[in-house]
């Protein structure tokens, strides 16, 4: 596991691309909507992990949720296991409680789960996986 990305909720992702392009000094490198999590996200790259900012498009996004409770800040910290199905039911075994035990597509390329902030410390953690062919072949297969 390395830490893949870290989630940013924000309420303007224009205003907020060119608040972390003058932080980090070079532009994101993709913008991405995950249309089933109501959002729109941009990626910055910073050595090998990144940066994920997080708009919401509708009022029942989770990402608008968040911002009329806690307003903008730090959302979510992201892990990159390697067999997602594998490190649900050993987290499930070791108490874990999981938003949804069922991956989904998320942004950038990867199928993901998120934990309940409620059993990690008030932290809300996802794990992702990078889809590979076969991968994308049971997600296709999963939606129909
Ligand atoms: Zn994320």
Do not use: W
Not at 49 to 62: D, G, I, M, R, Y
Not at 66 to 81: C, P, S, T, W, Y
Not at 116 to 135: D, F, R, S
């Amino acid at each position: 596991m390395k830490i893949e990305h870290i989630g940013i909720a924000v309420k303007d992702l224009d205003a907020s691309n060119q608040l972390f392009e003058r932080l980090l000094g070079y532009p994101p490198y993709k913008e991405e909507s995950v249309a089933s999590e109501g959002v729109v996200t941009s990626f910055f790259k910073v050595g090998d992990s990144k940066l994920e900012l997080l708009q919401a498009t509708n009022e029942n996004s989770p990402i608008a949720k968040f911002l009329e409770k806690r307003n903008e800040g730090m959302h979510h910290i992201a892990f990159e296991v390697d067999d997602i199905e594998h490190e649900i039911s050993r987290l499930e075994q070791e108490g874990f409680k999981l938003i949804s035990s069922i991956p989904k597509k998320g942004a950038d390329n990867k199928i993901v789960v998120f934990l309940h902030p409620g059993t990690t410390n008030g932290v809300l953690v996802e794990l992702c996986q990078e889809i590979k062919e076969a991968a994308q072949h049971d997600e296709a297969n999963r939606d129909q």
